[in-house]
C-alpha cells in the first residue's frame, strides 16, 4: 500500500463523518477521486456507517465494534 493511501485510509472515518480540517478533506477528496482502491474502501466504509446507523437506530456506533470491522477488514485487505 502507498504511503498516501495509508495516509487516507487513516483519516476516512473522520473525513465520512465530516469532521476532518477543510484543507485536509479537501486533500482526502481529491486522492479519493483519482484512487480506486481508496475511494472502494471509501465507500464499503460509507455504507457500513449508513447500514449501522439504520440496524442500531442510533447516530453512534457501539464501543469496540468499529475496531472489531476494522480488523476483520484488515484481514481481508490485500
Known sequence: MRDDCRKVLEQIEL???GELDPA???E???HLSGCGP???HSEFQRRLKDLLR???GCDEVP???LERI???YAELAP
Open 15 to 17: 473525513y465520512l463523518d
Open 24 to 26: 485536509l478533506g479537501a
Open 28 to 30: 482526502v477528496a481529491e
Open 38 to 40: 481508496c475511494a472502494s
Open 54 to 56: 439504520e440496524k442500531c
Open 63 to 65: 464501543a469496540g465494534l
Open 70 to 72: 476494522r480488523a476483520i
